[in-house]
């Protein structure tokens, strides 16, 4: 099995920062592309940032120039560095990573229990 845990979330004013943070464990034989995702009330869950192991970022338009992700392939983390955050960033932030548990097994996409950015005065 394969468990990812975020960390950071928290009420923050507009035009803050936070820093989220996820670490994932377990059964991993190699992470592919991990990323980070959200679900605002009432929302669909929308992708909002993601990086290869070559370390290769992409970002969504609405954050771009805001948000910075970043991986330690060594430790099998990834980190959300977001700045300049605004009220309609408000949502629940998922962590996701693309997983293979062994050398001959295919990859599949994990998630983490996900946890909350409110941007608030």
């Known amino acids: 099995q394969v468990q990812l845990v975020e960390s950071g979330g928290g009420l923050v004013q507009p035009g803050g920062s936070l820093r989220l943070s996820c670490a994932a464990s377990?059964?991993?034989?190699?992470?592919?592309?991990m990323g980070w995702y959200r679900q605002a009330p009432g929302k669909e869950r929308e992708w909002v940032a993601s990086?290869?192991?070559?370390?290769?970022?992409n970002y969504a338009d609405s954050v771009k120039g805001r948000f910075t992700i970043s991986r330690d392939n060594a430790k099998n983390t990834v980190a959300l560095q977001m700045n300049s955050l605004k009220p309609e960033d408000t949502a629940v932030y998922y962590c996701?990573?693309?997983?293979?548990?062994?050398?001959?097994?295919?990859?599949?996409?994990?998630w983490g229990q996900g946890t909350q950015v409110t941007v608030s005065s």
């Open positions: 377990g059964s991993i034989f190699s992470i592919n592309t």
């Open positions: 996701a990573a693309r997983v293979r548990t062994s050398s001959s097994s295919a990859e599949y996409n994990y």
């Open positions: 990086i290869a192991r070559i370390l290769t970022p």
